[in-house]
C-alpha cells in the first residue's frame, strides 16, 4: 500500500479512534475500525505451527520440527518450504500474522528455551530465519522477528536486564534481527526483558537501528502483556500493545496526547505502520485471501523431509544405514521410543492430529521383513502426563475423553463438554463462572500406586471415587504468563488403584483475579522395578540384530519460563544405554532433546543420531535415515558440551537483577576456541552415510575492503552412495588491533553428489564478515590487513586455509 494511501485513510480518523488500533481488541486480534474499511488483523504462535486464537485441543495444526532441530538442516530452501506451510495454515485458520521466527541465540546450553531458537551463531541463525520469514510473507501472511533483543534466557525473564558493551550487542545479538529486516520482515516483537536499563518495549534500540538505520518500516508489536505504561512505549518507537483489551495505553494514551506529554505525529506513525501491515495481509481489502491449502500427504512428506534434514549422525562405527533385509530382529527400547517428545514445553505448543512415534516408525519400515520387540526400561522420573483419550472416557457420554463444566458458585452447571484432554488452558466461561470442572472415568493398566494432580492456581480439589486426595488453596506468585496460563504448577498425590478397576476422578479448580483459568489434570501409573527394567532390555538387546535405544529429556526440563539446571539425561537413562550397548555392539542411540545433553556413554555405541525435537513426522523421519532411505542431512547449529562443567558460558541467573554478558562476542564454539577446550562435537559436525574429498578450493588472496568475494570448494563424493555435505568457511585475524574471536563463521553453501562425482560449492562471503563495529564512531569499520580464510567441515576440523589480504577502500556508512 502507497505510503499517499496510508496517510489519507489516517487522516479520516480522530484521535480516539487512532489510538483504539495501538491495543489488541482481544488475546489476539487487533482493533478494526470500519469507517475505513479495515477489519481486525488475526495473531498467532508459529514457531512450530499455527495454533489459532484458541488453546483448543480439537483444532489441530501440522507440527514442525523444534528450531532447533530445523537450524541443524543448514537448509534455506527447506525453511522456505516450511514456511509455505505456516502460511497455508494460517490462512486455513483465518490467520494473518504468524509469531516467527526466534531469533534469539544459544548463549548457553542451559537456556531453557534453546529449543526454539535456531542456532548459537549470528550468521546461520539469520540466514535460517530469514528464509522461514520469505517462505511465510510471500503467501501474503505476515511473519514476525522476535524477541528484540536478549531473550536469551528464561530465569527472570520479565524482569531481567541485561548487559553487554555496544560491539557485542551489534555484531552477535542484534544481527539476526537486521538481517530480518533486510528479508522484508512486517513485524517485529520486543522481549519483556531490558537491556542496559530500559525495557524493551520502551527501548531507543525500537528507533535506531531498527526503525532509522536499517529502514524497518513495519510494526514492532510487543510480546504479550510486556507493556507495562503508557508514557515510555508510547514515547519510544512501539506501535502495538498486545493483548487487549484491557491494555496500558486505550485511554491514557489519547489523555497524554490531550495534555502535550505524547506527540500525536508519534501516534500517526503507528497508526501509519499498522495500516501498511493492514495493507499487506489483506484486511484493507473487503473478505480474507484465500491461499491453496497443503493437501494432508505433501505435508506430511515435507515434515517428515524436515525430520531428516536436521538429524544429525555424530558418531557412526559401521552401524548405520541399518539394512531391512538383514534386520530380522530389531530391539526398540526407551520409553522416548513410544512416546517421543516431539515439541518443547510453552506458549507455542500446537495439537497435532497424530504423531509417528520412532516405534511406529520402525514398525512401519520392517513390515513384513523383520520383526520388532519394544522394550520400556526403567520409567522416567518426570511429573504425571495429562489425561488422555487412551486412559480416559467422559463420565457422561462415555466417549473416550474427559468432562469439562463451568460452575457458578453454588455448583450449579453452567456449561459442559466432552474434551479429548486434561489439560484445558483457555475454558470457555460464562456469567457467573465460579469453578472449573474436569471428571474422567480413569481405567487403569497397571495395579499399584498411581500419581494425581491437579495444575493451576487457587482453592483446588481432586477426588477419587468421592474420596478427597487433594484440598487445598495454592496462591499465584508469579507474573509470568506463561507458568499463569500455559504451564501452572502441579499438586501431586498418591493412591493405590487396582488394574481394570476404573475409578471416577473429579478436579475443581475456584477462578480468581489474576490467575487464569487453566486447569490440567493429571495421571501416573506406578514406576517399573528399575532392577527388572533394565535386565528386561539387556535381554532383549542380546536377542537382536540391532538395537535402536532412544532417550531424551523431558517437558519439565526443556520448557518456557525455567532455565535449565544440568544437562544430564538423569541415571536411569544412561545405565540403560550403557546396559543396551555392552549387551550389542549394534547399538544405536537416538537422543530426542531440544538441545545438548550429557553423553558419558557416546563412545559406547556403534552409532549415534541426534533428533532434536522433531515434530509430528518423528518415527518416519527417523526410520528413514535409520534404514538408508534419507541421508542424516544434519549438523550441529550448538556446540555440544561431554560435560556441563566443560561448558565456558553457563550463567543465566541474574544478580541483583542485572545478567551481564561478561563473554561478549565468544558464545559458542568461539568460547570453546578461545578457552582451549575441547567439546563432545563441534558447531558444524555431522556425518553423512559417504565420505568426502576437498580436492581443491578457489579463493582470492587479496580483496578489498567492503566488497563481497566468493570462495569455489571442489570436493569429491568418495563413498558409494549420494551424499550431500555442507561447506564451511571461517575467518580469523590473529594480529587484530580490536578483539575478535579465534575465529568465526562468514558463509556456507550445501552441495550434493552421486559416488565418485565432484561438485563445487560457491560460498559467499559478505562484507559484513569482515567489519567491527566501532563504537567510538558509531559505525560499522573496517581493519585492513591480513585476515586467515579457512574452509571446514565444523568449527574444529579445517580442511584447507590461506592468507586473505584485506586492503583499505571507502565504503559508504563505514569507516
Known amino acids: 500500500m502507497r505510503d499517499d494511501m496510508v496517510e489519507q485513510l489516517t487522516e479520516k480518523l480522530d484521535l480516539e479512534q487512532k489510538v483504539c488500533l495501538l491495543t489488541g481488541s482481544r488475546t489476539w486480534r487487533t482493533a478494526g475500525e470500519v469507517t475505513i474499511g479495515l477489519r481486525s488483523?488475526?495473531?498467532?504462535?508459529?514457531?512450530?505451527?499455527?495454533?489459532?486464537?484458541?488453546?483448543?485441543?480439537?483444532?489441530?495444526?501440522?507440527?514442525?520440527?523444534?528450531?532447533?532441530?530445523?537450524?541443524?538442516?543448514?537448509?534455506?530452501?527447506?525453511?522456505?518450504?516450511?514456511?509455505?506451510?505456516?502460511?497455508?495454515?494460517?490462512?486455513?485458520?483465518?490467520?494473518?500474522?504468524?509469531?516467527?521466527?526466534?531469533?534469539?541465540?544459544?548463549?548457553?546450553?542451559?537456556?531453557?528455551?534453546?529449543?526454539?531458537?535456531?542456532?548459537?551463531?549470528?550468521?546461520?541463525?539469520?540466514?535460517?530465519?530469514?528464509?522461514?520469514?520469505?517462505?511465510?510473507?510471500?503467501?501474503?501472511?505476515?511473519?514476525?522477528?522476535?524477541?528484540f533483543v536478549a531473550s536469551d534466557s528464561e530465569t527472570d525473564r520479565l524482569h531481567v536486564d541485561v548487559r553487554m558493551d555496544d560491539r557485542t550487542l551489534r555484531e552477535v545479538y542484534l544481527a539476526p534481527f537486521e538481517a530480518a529486516v533486510q528479508a522484508g520482515v512486517w513485524l517485529v516483537m520486543a522481549g519483556y526483558n531490558s537491556v542496559d536499563g530500559t525495557t524493551m518495549t520502551a527501548h531507543p534500540l525500537l528507533s535506531e537501528p531498527l526503525k532509522g538505520e536499517w529502514g524497518f518500516d513495519g510494526v514492532a508489536v510487543s510480546d504479550w502483556a510486556a507493556v507495562r505504561t503508557v508514557e515510555e512505549p508510547a514515547r519510544a518507537a512501539l506501535d502495538l500493545a498486545m493483548p487487549g483489551p484491557n491494555g496500558p495505553w486505550s485511554q491514557h494514551l489519547v489523555e497524554a496526547v490531550h495534555d502535550g506529554r505524547i506527540p500525536e505525529t508519534a501516534i500517526d506513525d503507528k497508526v501509519h505502520r499498522l495500516l501498511r501491515l493492514a495493507g499487506r495481509t489483506g484486511a484493507l481489502q473487503g473478505p480474507r485471501r484465500r491461499l491453496p491449502v497443503l493437501r494432508t500427504n505433501t505435508t506430511r512428506r515435507l515434515l517428515r523431509r524436515a525430520v531428516a534434514a536436521?538429524?544429525?549422525?555424530?558418531?557412526?562405527?559401521?552401524?548405520?544405514?541399518?539394512?531391512?533385509?538383514?534386520?530380522?530382529?530389531?530391539?526398540?527400547?526407551?520409553?522416548?521410543?513410544?512416546?517421543?517428545?516431539?515439541?518443547?514445553?510453552?506458549?507455542?505448543?500446537?495439537?497435532?492430529?497424530?504423531?509417528?512415534?520412532?516405534?511406529?516408525?520402525?514398525?512401519?519400515?520392517?513390515?513384513?521383513?523383520?520383526?520388532?520387540?519394544?522394550?520400556?526400561?526403567?520409567?522416567?522420573?518426570?511429573?504425571?502426563?495429562?489425561?488422555?483419550?487412551?486412559?480416559?472416557?467422559?463420565?457422561?457420554?462415555?466417549?473416550?475423553?474427559?468432562?469439562?463444566?463451568?460452575?457458578?458458585?453454588?455448583?450449579?452447571?453452567?456449561?459442559?463438554?466432552?474434551?479429548?484432554?486434561?489439560?484445558?488452558?483457555?475454558?470457555?466461561?460464562?456469567?457467573?463462572?465460579?469453578?472449573?470442572?474436569?471428571?474422567?472415568?480413569?481405567?487403569?493398566?497397571?495395579?499399584?500406586?498411581?500419581?494425581?494432580?491437579?495444575?493451576?492456581?487457587?482453592?483446588?480439589?481432586?477426588?477419587?471415587?468421592?474420596?478427597?486426595?487433594?484440598?487445598?488453596?495454592?496462591?499465584?506468585?508469579?507474573?509470568?504468563?506463561?507458568?499463569?496460563?500455559?504451564?501452572?504448577?502441579?499438586?501431586?498425590?498418591?493412591?493405590?488403584?487396582?488394574?481394570?478397576?476404573?475409578?471416577?476422578?473429579?478436579?475443581?479448580?475456584?477462578?480468581?483475579?489474576?490467575?487464569?483459568?487453566?486447569?490440567?489434570?493429571?495421571?501416573?501409573?506406578?514406576?517399573?522395578?528399575?532392577?527388572?527394567?533394565?535386565?528386561?532390555?539387556?535381554?532383549?538387546?542380546?536377542?537382536?540384530?540391532?538395537?535402536?535405544?532412544?532417550?531424551?529429556?523431558?517437558?519439565?526440563?526443556?520448557?518456557?519460563?525455567?532455565?535449565?539446571?544440568?544437562?544430564?539425561?538423569?541415571?536411569?537413562?544412561?545405565?540403560?544405554?550403557?546396559?543396551?550397548?555392552?549387551?550389542?555392539?549394534?547399538?544405536?542411540?537416538?537422543?530426542?532433546?531440544?538441545?545438548?545433553?550429557?553423553?558419558?556413554?557416546?563412545?559406547?555405541?556403534?552409532?549415534?543420531?541426534?533428533?532434536?525435537?522433531?515434530?509430528?513426522?518423528?518415527?518416519?523421519?527417523?526410520?528413514?535415515?535409520?534404514?538408508?532411505r534419507s541421508e542424516p542431512g544434519g549438523r550441529l547449529p550448538t556446540t555440544w558440551a561431554a560435560s556441563l562443567a566443560d561448558a565456558p558460558v553457563t550463567h543465566t541467573g541474574p544478580v541483583d537483577g542485572r545478567l551481564d554478558y561478561t563473554e561478549g562476542l565468544h558464545i559458542g564454539y568461539r568460547a570453546w576456541l578461545r578457552q582451549g577446550r575441547q567439546p563432545a562435537y563441534w558447531f558444524g559436525h555431522g556425518l553423512g552415510y559417504t565420505t568426502w574429498e576437498y580436492e581443491h578450493v578457489g579463493a582470492p588472496a587479496q580483496i578489498e575492503a567492503g566488497v563481497q568475494f566468493t570462495i569455489r570448494v571442489t570436493l569429491r563424493n568418495t563413498g558409494d552412495r549420494p551424499g550431500r555435505e555442507v561447506v564451511q568457511v571461517y575467518l580469523a585475524r590473529p594480529a587484530s588491533s580490536v578483539e575478535r574471536p579465534a575465529r568465526w563463521l562468514a558463509g556456507y553453501a550445501a552441495v550434493c553428489a552421486e559416488p565418485d562425482h565432484a561438485v563445487t560449492a560457491e560460498v559467499v562471503v559478505a562484507p559484513r564478515a569482515l567489519q567491527h563495529w566501532s563504537s567510538e564512531k558509531r559505525a560499522w569499520a573496517n581493519e585492513p590487513g591480513d585476515f586467515r580464510l579457512m574452509v571446514g567441515r565444523s568449527a574444529g576440523a579445517m580442511e584447507w586455509e590461506a592468507p586473505l589480504g584485506v586492503s583499505a577502500t571507502h565504503t559508504p556508512g563505514v569507516d
Open 41 to 147: 488483523m488475526v495473531f498467532s504462535d508459529g514457531p512450530v505451527g499455527v495454533r489459532g486464537e484458541a488453546w483448543d485441543e480439537r483444532s489441530t495444526s501440522p507440527l514442525l520440527p523444534c528450531a532447533s532441530a530445523l537450524g541443524a538442516s543448514w537448509d534455506e530452501q527447506l525453511l522456505r518450504d516450511l514456511g509455505g506451510l505456516l502460511a497455508s495454515e494460517a490462512a486455513r485458520k483465518g490467520v494473518d500474522v504468524v509469531l516467527a521466527p526466534n531469533l534469539n541465540l544459544h548463549r548457553t546450553p542451559l537456556g531453557g528455551r534453546n529449543f526454539a531458537c535456531y542456532s548459537e551463531d549470528p550468521v546461520l541463525t539469520a540466514r535460517t530465519g530469514a528464509a522461514l520469514i520469505k517462505g511465510i510473507q510471500e503467501q501474503g501472511v505476515a511473519a514476525t522477528a522476535k524477541h
Open 310 to 628: 536436521g538429524t544429525v549422525l555424530v558418531r557412526n562405527d559401521g552401524v548405520l544405514p541399518l539394512d531391512p533385509g538383514a534386520s530380522s530382529t530389531v530391539a526398540v527400547i526407551g520409553e522416548h521410543a513410544a512416546s517421543p517428545r516431539v515439541q518443547g514445553g510453552g506458549s507455542a505448543g500446537v495439537f497435532p492430529v497424530a504423531v509417528v512415534t520412532p516405534l511406529d516408525g520402525i514398525r512401519a519400515q520392517l513390515r513384513g521383513r523383520g520383526r520388532v520387540v519394544y522394550v520400556p526400561g526403567p520409567s522416567l522420573t518426570v511429573p504425571p502426563s495429562p489425561l488422555d483419550t487412551d486412559r480416559c472416557t467422559d463420565p457422561r457420554s462415555k466417549e473416550p475423553g474427559v468432562l469439562l463444566r463451568c460452575l457458578d458458585a453454588e455448583g450449579r452447571e453452567l456449561s459442559a463438554e466432552r474434551r479429548l484432554s486434561g489439560r484445558q488452558l483457555e475454558p470457555d466461561l460464562l456469567p457467573g463462572a465460579h469453578t472449573v470442572e474436569i471428571s474422567a472415568l480413569l481405567r487403569p493398566r497397571n495395579t499399584g500406586m498411581w500419581t494425581l494432580g491437579i495444575g493451576g492456581f487457587g482453592r483446588m480439589t481432586l477426588s477419587v471415587d468421592g474420596n478427597p486426595l487433594l484440598d487445598g488453596t495454592y496462591p499465584c506468585e508469579t507474573d509470568d504468563p506463561a507458568i499463569v496460563h500455559v504451564v501452572p504448577p502441579l499438586r501431586t498425590a498418591r493412591t493405590y488403584l487396582v488394574k481394570d478397576r476404573t475409578v471416577h476422578l473429579v478436579a475443581r479448580r475456584e477462578l480468581a483475579s489474576g490467575t487464569g483459568r487453566a486447569i490440567v489434570v493429571v495421571a501416573a501409573p506406578p514406576e517399573r522395578d528399575p532392577a527388572a527394567a533394565l535386565a528386561e532390555a539387556v535381554e532383549a538387546a542380546r536377542g537382536a540384530d540391532a538395537v535402536i535405544v532412544v532417550v531424551g529429556s523431558t517437558e519439565h526440563s526443556e520448557t518456557e519460563g525455567s532455565d535449565r539446571t544440568d544437562l544430564s539425561l538423569g541415571h536411569h537413562q544412561d545405565e540403560l544405554v550403557r546396559a543396551v550397548a555392552a549387551a550389542n555392539p549394534r547399538t544405536v542411540a537416538v537422543v530426542n532433546s531440544g538441545g545438548p545433553v550429557e553423553l558419558p556413554w557416546r563412545e559406547e555405541v556403534g552409532a549415534l543420531l541426534l533428533t532434536w525435537f522433531p515434530g509430528q513426522e518423528a518415527g518416519g523421519g527417523l526410520a528413514d535415515v535409520l534404514f538408508g
